[in-house]
């Protein structure tokens, strides 16, 4: 992570603050859920790897889909 936040402050002179990392974990979890589903086409299988509470992998660590109990569906 320090590289990445060297290289982005190089690169576009300014901080690197949440929204530089919020869209670097979004583009991980993305990236490594269409992997893991083994598919990009088909929706209800991105959805159940979602659901079923797999880890994905991101810079800062392990990241999973949560919130069944607070908001109904587990993403």
């Known amino acids: 992570m320090k590289d990445f936040v060297s290289e982005y402050e190089k690169r576009y002179d300014e901080e690197c603050g949440g929204p ?7 583009n991980e979890v993305w990236t490594d859920m269409l992997r893991k589903a083994g598919t990009v086409d088909e929706v209800d299988q991105m959805l159940a790897t979602i659901e079923a509470g797999t880890y994905f992998d991101t ?3 392990p ?3 949560m919130g069944e109990e607070l908001v109904g569906i587990n993403h």
């Not at 530089?20 to 979004?26: A, N």
């Open 20 to 26: 530089q990392w919020w869209s670097l974990i979004i």
């Open 63 to 65: 990241l999973r889909f």
């Open 59 to 61: 810079s800062p660590g």
